[in-house]
């Protein structure tokens, strides 16, 4: 593909990746729009990342997903039933089963497959859901299938080869069977900060999500645009495409989305430009405010990398960061100590403030950790101010 370089961004240091410096860069294909990292980290960094650090365990809910992504199985579970009568369905990247759990409680034949041990647990023991532990590979379900319907629910923007892996569903769809695509929309209204993130490996479009399922055979039954908000647990905006088997056609043309691509990054470094500006001032002001106390941060994930690359925190400001889930705790981000928040007389000997570093989140946090005032700890937010 002919692509150009259109944003890089540095991330000091991933929890659970490496301590070492990753730069993302994002390019365009001139040929078609699509969105993508290149270089992307290795297949072998990626697995191990998703093995050890799953970030949909939901540790401070004791496994159970939020209502707001209950909110959002509910709608993919409507826009599926509307073409298909229950069936096998296998869930791709399946978390803790949630989504499997509702098409359970349909009628459907429910399978799941995800790289995190810990996931497959609570989906077995919270809703009887059968989950494989591992990465996708066809080998686990040619004897399982054929599946009359395929999720892949925010899985393909994390995929090195998402064409490989979708040509790869031909082996175990069922003959007019369904694949349902969720992932993040390039051209979503709201980008916020952070929404290039090293998670994600390919950015999509309408269009270009069209052009990836139709190059590898299967035909577009209906596309919807998921808006975020206070009852759906997103970011920003998400593509809801449902596409049905078919033989590939060789000869059809593929639409071009380059130039809606390229304007939509561009505006959004711009924002992300005033967006960094305003979150210097935010932390100057809550620095100002802490002196001469120590500040902590919540939350050790991919948002928290980029504040600590990207604005003035650093580790000589931020004496702790803390995080709910178990398998963070003990490592290090940007050289700073990832630890439990159980003790608030402990912690008040550490930190006198504590940041939520969180953008979808940063309310829910706030009800959670709302109790740490009470010992005289400060708590800022960075966004719902």
Same mark, same amino acid.
């Given at each position: 593909?002919?692509?150009?370089?259109?944003?890089?961004?540095?991330?000091?240091?991933?929890?659970?990746?490496?301590?070492?410096?990753?730069?993302?860069?994002?390019?365009?294909?001139?040929?078609?729009?699509?969105?993508?990292?290149?270089?992307?980290?290795?297949?072998?960094?990626?697995?191990?990342?998703?093995?050890?650090?799953?970030?949909?365990?939901?540790?401070?809910?004791?496994?159970?997903?939020?209502?707001?992504?209950?909110?959002?199985?509910?709608?993919i579970y409507d826009l599926?039933?509307?073409?298909?009568?229950?069936?096998?369905?296998?869930?791709?990247?399946?978390?803790?089963?949630?989504?499997?759990?509702? %098409?359970?409680?349909?009628?459907?034949?429910?399978?799941?497959?995800?790289?995190?041990?810990?996931?497959?647990?609570?989906?077995?023991?919270?809703?009887?859901?059968?989950?494989?532990?591992?990465? %996708?590979?066809?080998?686990?379900?040619?004897?399982?299938?054929?599946?009359?319907?395929?999720?892949?629910?925010?899985?393909l923007e994390h995929l090195?080869?998402?064409?490989?892996?979708?040509?790869?569903?031909?082996?175990?769809?069922?003959?007019?069977?369904?694949?349902?695509?969720?992932?993040?929309?390039?051209?979503?209204?709201?980008?916020?900060?952070?929404? /290039?993130?090293?998670?994600?490996?390919?950015?999509?479009?309408?269009t270009t999500l069209a052009?990836?399922?139709?190059?590898?055979?299967?035909?577009?039954?209906?596309?919807?645009?998921?808006?975020?908000?206070?009852?759906?647990?997103?970011?920003?905006?998400?593509?809801?495409?449902?596409?049905?088997?078919?033989?590939?056609?060789?000869?059809?043309?593929?639409?071009?989305?380059?130039?809606?691509?390229?304007?939509?990054?561009?505006?959004?470094?711009?924002?992300?430009?005033?967006?960094?500006?305003?979150?210097?001032?935010?932390?100057?002001?809550?620095?100002?405010?802490?002196?001469?106390?120590?500040?902590?941060?919540?939350?050790?994930?991919?948002?928290?990398?980029?504040?600590?690359?990207?604005?003035?925190?650093?580790?000589?400001?931020?004496?702790?960061? %803390?995080?709910?889930?178990?398998?963070?705790?003990?490592?290090?981000?940007?050289?700073?100590?990832?630890?439990?928040?159980?003790?608030?007389?402990?912690?008040?000997?550490?930190?006198?403030?504590?940041?939520?570093?969180? %953008?979808?989140?940063?309310?829910?946090?706030?009800?959670?950790?709302? /109790?740490?005032?009470?010992?005289?700890?400060?708590?800022?937010?960075?966004?719902?101010?």
């Amino acid at each position: 593909m002919e692509a150009i370089d259109v944003f890089q961004q540095r991330f000091k240091s991933i929890v659970g990746y490496s301590d070492r410096e990753y730069i993302q860069r994002i390019v365009i294909c001139k040929k078609c729009g699509h969105t993508y990292a290149n270089p992307s980290p290795s297949l072998d960094d990626l697995s191990k990342y998703y093995e050890t650090l799953s970030n949909y365990e939901n540790p401070q809910r004791q496994g159970r997903a939020p209502k707001e992504r209950i909110n959002r199985w509910n709608l993919i579970y409507d826009l599926v039933a509307k073409k298909a009568s229950p069936g096998k369905v296998l869930d791709i990247g399946c978390a803790t089963g949630i989504g499997l759990s509702i %098409f359970k409680s349909k009628g459907w034949d429910v399978l799941g497959i995800d790289p995190s041990p810990k996931a497959a647990k609570i989906a077995r023991e919270l809703y009887n859901v059968e989950v494989i532990t591992g990465m %996708f590979d066809t080998k686990y379900f040619i004897d399982r299938g054929p599946f009359d319907l395929i999720i892949l629910a925010g899985v393909l923007e994390h995929l090195i080869y998402p064409d490989i892996t979708i040509s790869d569903l031909h082996n175990i769809t069922a003959p007019d069977g369904l694949v349902f695509i969720e992932v993040p929309n390039l051209l979503s209204d709201s980008m916020p900060f952070g929404y /290039f993130t090293f998670e994600h490996l390919n950015y999509f479009t309408p269009t270009t999500l069209a052009n990836l399922m139709e190059m590898n055979g299967y035909r577009l039954e209906q596309i919807k645009i998921l808006d975020a908000s206070k009852d759906i647990l997103l970011n920003a905006s998400a593509i809801h495409g449902l596409f049905r088997i078919e033989s590939l056609n060789n000869n059809k043309r593929f639409n071009n989305d380059y130039i809606a691509a390229y304007n939509q990054i561009i505006n959004y470094k711009e924002n992300l430009r005033r967006e960094d500006i305003r979150l210097q001032s935010r932390i100057e002001e809550i620095i100002n405010q802490n002196i001469p106390g120590k500040l902590g941060i919540w939350g050790a994930g991919i948002h928290t990398s980029q504040l600590l690359s990207l604005t003035a925190i650093s580790k000589d400001r931020i004496a702790r960061i %803390f995080d709910s889930d178990p398998k963070k705790h003990g490592k290090l981000l940007n050289g700073i100590r990832v630890a439990p928040l159980n003790e608030p007389e402990e912690i008040k000997k550490m930190i006198d403030g504590i940041i939520i570093s969180s %953008f979808a989140f940063e309310n829910e946090i706030y009800k959670q950790i709302e /109790f740490l005032r009470n010992y005289g700890i400060t708590i800022y937010k960075l966004y719902n101010i």
